[in-house]
């Protein structure tokens, strides 16, 4: 989860390619932690939805229909 923290500190606008990339090997094996986290800042700070949304095109299938179930199933 240091990993994951670490990434998600960085995304902007920037360098949503190489972020993309990485979050989406992070979340191949355990979607459900790293997105916990994820739409947590998103709550947080609602400046980073953008990029956020622009790193998710990286992510496999089955991570965007876990993002969906979390969402909907807090």
Partial sequence: LVVLTQTIRRISTDNVRSIGRQLGRITHSTPFPPFEQILGQIQTY?????????????????????ISCEHIFP
Avoid: E, F, R
């Avoid at 400046?47 to 990286?58: Q, S």
């Fill in 46 to 66: 609602t400046n980073i939805i953008k990029p956020v949304v622009d790193t998710v095109k990286y992510v496999s299938n089955l991570t965007c229909d876990v």
